[in-house]
């Protein structure tokens, strides 16, 4: 990835030993990937900011795990982001998201093409030691061009966010704890009835196999998929984020 420093950065911290430049109010996930250093993420995106909610961005500071997405970037501040702790907690985390739903990947559309899976690769994640819960949440089909499977959702809520931009309100994570998932705001539920629409950035923005496009499963060709080749570690923003 070309280097994007933002032309307003003036101070810096230190990342894994390298002095790197951030402008003011970048946290630390920010300026790194503007110095064109990858730290793992799965709910931050450029367009939507983070969530707050996958804890894969952790790094070290203060002699504290934090979430890299959270943290402001502060002069001298330092900071490691390549660990063996951090590469086991990531690891788990992982693991735990895949242990959750029903990640079924041989079976799934998105498999070359999805960010979780490209990340669990990534770190190494040979099998999951967690015992799976096995979902039976229902697939959503009620919408003409587009379909919800919450059992493969990772929540990390960049269909909400998108949404909530271009001002469409379509999507909300409801539930507590367990229970959480992602739900239509139709009082139906339905996401038929909702103004979400084929052409709405929600519609495209999903990084896993959750909210997808009905008819265009299994067209790319196994060695040409988007993560067939390389980690998102290596990619620009254009090809990591949809
Ligand atoms: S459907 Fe996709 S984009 Fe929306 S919260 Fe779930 S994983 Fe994230
Ligand atoms: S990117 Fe920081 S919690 Fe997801």
Redesign the pocket.
């Known amino acids: 990835m070309a280097p994007m420093t933002s032309p307003f950065a003036s101070e810096t911290f230190t990342l894994d030993g390298k002095p790197t430049p951030f402008a003011p109010g970048q946290t630390v ?1 920010e300026a790194a990937l503007a110095a064109g250093h990858y730290i793992p ?4 995106h450029p367009e939507m900011g ?8 952790v790094v070290e500071a203060n002699g504290r795990i934090h ?4 943290l402001p970037a502060q002069p001298g501040l330092q900071v490691v982001s390549k660990s063996e702790t951090l590469t086991r907690v990531r690891r788990t985390l992982l693991e735990m998201l895949f242990a959750e739903g029903n990640h079924f990947c041989p079976g799934c559309e998105k498999s070359g093409d999805c960010l979780l899976q490209a990340l669990a690769y990534a770190h190494g994640m040979t099998a999951s030691h967690f015992d799976p819960f096995y979902p039976q949440r229902r697939i959503d089909a009620s919408h003409p061009d587009l379909w919800l499977d919450p059992n493969r959702c990772i929540l990390c809520g960049l269909c909400v966010r998108a949404s909530l931009a271009e001002g469409k309100e379509a999507l909300v994570i409801g539930g507590r704890g367990i229970a959480s998932r992602l739900l239509a705001t139709s009082p139906s539920g339905l996401l038929g009835d909702t103004a979400l629409a084929a052409t709405d950035r929600a519609a495209r923005i999903c990084p896993v196999g959750a909210l997808n496009f009905k008819e265009v499963g299994f067209a790319s060709p196994i060695g040409k998929r988007r993560f067939d080749h390389r980690p998102p570690e290596a990619m620009s923003d254009k090809e990591r984020y949809t």
């Open positions: 996930l993420h799965l709910c931050w983070n969530h707050g909610s996958c804890r894969l961005c979430a890299s997405c959270a």
